[in-house]
């Protein structure tokens, strides 16, 4: 999977792109946030705040229960504050 | 038509090309958003030197042609253009403008408050402001989110 993080998210997180396989066990965007957390202090403080975060599915928005799959662009990023 | 850029643009030029030729069109409507010097919570201005637009190429592009096309759908528009800035800006700089052509005011006017409202709360784009004390990444409103409500149902 290609992840994509923008904004502070990505100041947070260190990196603005990462490939990564998941685990059997996340299949959908509730599941990717939570294992993404478990990933180290960064990803944990990063994410700690839901109410805050965003995610696009292939370049859409799409809620938690959202199924992903490796072959997936998943982009996690703060709500948005352009014009 | 959709254009995310680095660049500056001249809005006059734009609004005149939009217009050129189709005399259907009866008025043109814009809306061109400049950086702002906010300052912060109980701050004054002359805080911000500068800010950063980041965006998310591919579906920045993507969700403006939506946003766009539905515009369409709803009113009878001749022309309608967005271009969005991206990179380093300083307060004065011109960020986005949002055009509309109709052969009526009221489809060209809506149309564009549309755009330019659903165009904050969707479009992928990130402001982040140097201040004296660092970088600062600008809180998205609720305000915005209510604008959009507006065109809903």
């Given at each position: ?83 | ?69 539905e515009a369409n ?38 149309a564009?408050?549309?755009l ?38």
């Amino acid at each position: 999977m290609k992840l994509l993080y923008f904004a502070w998210l990505r100041s947070r997180i260190g990196h603005a792109e990462e490939q990564t396989t998941l685990p059997e066990h996340v299949r959908d965007v509730g599941g990717l946030l939570e294992w993404l957390r478990g990933r180290g202090p960064a990803y944990a403080e990063a994410l700690r705040d839901l109410s805050v975060v965003r995610v696009a599915v292939n370049q859409d928005y799409v809620g938690s229960g959202h199924p992903i799959s490796d072959r997936d662009e998943v982009a996690i990023f703060p709500p948005v504050t352009g014009g | 038509m959709i254009r995310v850029q680095r660049e500056d643009f001249d809005t006059g030029a734009e609004l005149d090309r939009l217009a050129a030729g189709d005399h259907s069109v009866g008025g043109v409507a814009s809306f061109v958003g400049l950086v702002r010097d906010m300052g912060g919570p109980g701050n004054s201005t002359g805080q911000v030197s500068a800010l950063t637009l980041e965006h998310y190429p591919g579906m920045t592009e993507r969700k403006l042609a939506e946003i766009e096309a539905e515009a369409n759908r709803r009113w009878p528009l001749a022309a309608s253009l967005i271009i969005h800035r991206y990179g380093r800006l300083e307060p004065g700089d011109r960020i986005v403008l949002v055009a509309t052509a109709s052969p009526h005011r009221e489809a060209a006017l809506a149309a564009c408050h549309f755009l330019i409202d659903w165009l904050k709360t969707d479009a992928p784009f990130w402001k982040s402001e140097e201040t004296p004390k660092g970088e600062r990444w600008v809180a998205a409103h609720a305000d915005d989110d209510a604008a959009k409500r507006r065109w809903q149902g």
